[in-house]
Nanobody, 124 residues
Framework: QVQLAESGGGLVQAGGSLRLSCAAS????????MGWFRQAPGKGRDFVAR????????RYADSVRGRFFVSRDNAENTVYLQMNNLKPEDTAVYYC?????????????????WGQGTQVTVSS
């Protein structure tokens, strides 16, 4: 089992940047594929990005590709989400998630372990 804790959220103006971090503890971090999801008020939990255990294979939602970048540091047991050129529609609670293995990593149902989330608010 792995425990996850997100940080780095906050309020930012449109066009700004934030970097989210997700610290993992428990089982060996490098064994897990890691995903980022977000949930806006009244909406479902949407896929944002995913990075495989080897930190080479990544996947992004169309809405964030070219603006968001996911990476991980297996030595630090941390996964990051660098968010650039933020837009008001990026406002949501952002969650990181972990899975021993994923098919394409874009479905919340693939991930058994979740953090508590961090709020990102983008003002226009």
């Amino acid at each position: 089992q792995v425990q996850l804790a997100e940080s780095g959220g906050g309020l930012v103006q449109a066009g700004g940047s934030l970097r989210l971090s997700c610290a993992a503890s428990g089982r060996t971090f490098s064994y897990y594929d890691m995903g980022w999801f977000r949930q806006a008020p009244g909406k479902g939990r949407d896929f944002v990005a995913r990075v495989a255990r080897n930190n080479i294979i990544t996947r992004y939602a169309d809405s964030v590709r070219g603006r968001f970048f996911v990476s991980r540091d297996n030595a630090e047991n941390t996964v990051y989400l660098q968010m650039n050129n933020l837009k008001p529609e990026d406002t949501a609670v952002y969650y990181c998630a972990a899975a021993p293995t994923t098919y394409n990593g874009a479905s919340p149902s693939e991930y058994p372990y979740w953090g508590q989330g961090t709020q990102v608010t983008v003002s226009s």
